[in-house]
């Protein structure tokens, strides 16, 4: 696959008087992000991400390190937490058994909650809100799926409104800038 042009950088250095030492106490506090203190920096999560073949920048085992170094700024504001393509490879290779998705979802919420959320991923929750299915749905499809008698797409999405509203996502804010 060729390597995509565009890259994009974390700060080049950083001061140790800069981290965050609550940052990793405050990640592993999640039942799901328990197994980080696992984490040997092998690099064999990177090295099976397909993220991380097109942006050789998006690193598994960086952010990883990042997290347990106590980089909390620069983590939960940087926009490749929500890259990953939930494919779960860094998780079915790891040879410490890190769940590094699940890891990766805690730092999306807690970067929800600081205000990082990029704005097309609440634009796609208040359609999910809407319509209760993630993607719009377009005339031509629903006709040509009565055309080939498929069963209309029913939709919950009186239901899925409560589950969200009851998770608080609806009130989340989108990033006003890219930081
Ligand atoms: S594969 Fe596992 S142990 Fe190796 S760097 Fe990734 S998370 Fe850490
Ligand atoms: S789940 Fe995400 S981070 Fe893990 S290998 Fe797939 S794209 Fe990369």
């Given at each position: 696959m060729n390597k995509a042009k565009k890259t994009f950088k974390f700060k080049e250095t950083i001061s140790t008087?800069?981290?965050?030492?609550g940052f990793k106490s405050d990640v592993l506090a999640h039942p799901d992000a328990?197994?980080?203190?696992?984490?040997?920096?092998?690099g064999t999560c990177s090295a099976g991400c397909p993220i991380h073949e097109i942006?050789?920048?998006?690193s598994p085992k960086k952010l990883a390190k990042m997290v347990r170094l106590g980089m909390r700024k620069e983590v939960l504001s940087?926009?490749?937490?929500?890259?990953?393509?939930?494919?779960?490879n860094c998780e079915q290779r790891c040879p410490q058994n890190v769940k590094f998705f699940s890891i990766l979802n805690v730092l999306k919420n807690m970067a929800a909650k600081k205000g990082y959320a990029p704005a097309v991923w609440i634009e796609q929750t208040k359609q999910v809100m809407e319509t209760g299915i993630v993607f719009a749905t377009e005339d031509s499809w629903v006709k040509k799926r009565k055309a080939l008698s498929l069963r209309s797409l029913k939709v919950y999405a009186d239901k899925i409104r409560r589950i969200i509203g009851k998770t608080g996502i609806d009130k989340i804010k989108p990033r006003i800038s890219s930081v």
């Open positions: 008087l800069e981290f965050d030492y328990q197994g980080l203190n696992a984490c040997f920096s092998c942006f050789p920048d998006y940087s926009s490749y937490i929500w890259y990953c393509a939930t494919c779960h």
